[in-house]
């Protein structure tokens, strides 16, 4: 039997690159999709160039998707600064239905590959807040999914993996780093220069510093 | 107590623009959404600025969403040949994910401007065999919003109005005539030339026309 193939989303952060990892340590045939949907972090599209590349996916779509116009975030709206001390609740970095956008679209995309499978990197421990990165979320697309499509409704209905969803910063570096992936591709920064360099100071950046020092292991990080 | 603002989907097809002139008879404010996903049919987003404007929304916006390069849909892909004669289960028209990508969309704007209510105008009778146009796709969809945003975590959750979803096509016709639609500026065509003229032959042409002759009404579409 061939290898199955998978749709993986890919930020080009570090999460993404670990549950891209994963999937291909299960033996699936990686589709990587990205969605620019007018982040700031324009960063962030080439780190997840780099990352596709050194996993050799089998191909890597960059879907455009004009969201930036309809603000309400500090990712998208450059009117909006990003916080760079600690925050509570859900902080101005959330997105409106980023997730379920991106899942949207991976969607699409799986059942055009005829693939039963995708994979997202969000986790909830260490998600910010972001109501879209719990598992009951998760788990609801999951319903929605084998609702929407044709492959569905025909008896084969997508599965959404979240493999990081109850991992914490440190247990994904480690998964990671067992794998191979080389984290100083990645970029978490949400504020992160043309070159990849991160910030340092964001709730992104604090977030996996932490991680690498819980983890044990050395910061790869491009500090500018 | 000023109105409350709604989402609107709007395609500029005659099953939208009857949901808008729905909306805006249950006195909500309408922000008119329309999903360009490069569909063949440009001559609807033409469609949709008129319907838009006779309607007098609040703001209308067009959101650009690379999907054509997927392919997977007869209407995305201009390898793939338009039916023109009656067919049987989901047919080649059929979008992947077309309704929940452009449902995600709606809810990221709700989400912004604070609206908790959004308007679709799918309807499951003459809805082609489409698996997103049945009322437990819209069900799911609305649990899914609940979890999903910011304001369905703090207790102000979207409502997906389905208002068409149990009509038939004669239904729609004399539900918008009565709130006076003007649906010679619709575009319902799978393949209508530049100028907005219907063939006359595709699925969604057979639908419409038979709508206006059950509904006992002059079919004011203009054919090429």
């Not at 964001?202 to 020092?213: K, Q, T, V």
């Amino acid at each position: 039997m061939p290898a199955a193939p998978a749709v993986v989303l890919l930020s080009g952060g570090l999460d993404s690159a670990t549950a891209l990892a994963l999937a291909g340590e299960r033996g699936f045939v990686c589709h990587a999709l990205s969605v620019d949907y007018g982040q700031r972090h324009v960063a962030e599209l080439e780190a997840a160039r780099r990352v596709a590349r050194a996993a050799r996916v089998a191909q890597h779509r960059v879907m455009r998707v004009e969201l930036a116009g309809i603000g309400g975030s500090a990712l998208t709206d450059t009117a909006l600064a990003v916080p760079e001390g600690p925050t509570t609740g859900i902080p101005i970095t959330y997105v409106p239905a980023r997730n379920t956008i991106m899942l949207s679209l991976a969607l699409a995309w799986a059942e055009v590959l005829e693939a039963q499978d995708i994979f997202i990197g969000v986790n909830v421990l260490d998600s910010s807040g972001y109501p879209d990165c719990r598992p009951e979320f998760i788990a609801a697309f999951g319903t929605l999914a084998a609702l929407a499509t044709r492959a569905g409704v025909q008896g084969r209905p997508c599965t959404i993996h979240a493999p990081l969803i109850e991992l914490s910063k440190a247990g994904i570096i480690r998964a990671g780093t067992r794998l191979g992936v080389d984290y100083s591709q990645t970029v978490s920064c949400y504020q992160a220069d043309d070159a990849g360099r991160a910030c340092g100071r964001c709730d992104a950046c604090r977030l996996r510093r932490s991680g690498f020092i819980e983890a044990g292991l050395p910061d790869p990080t491009r500090y500018r």
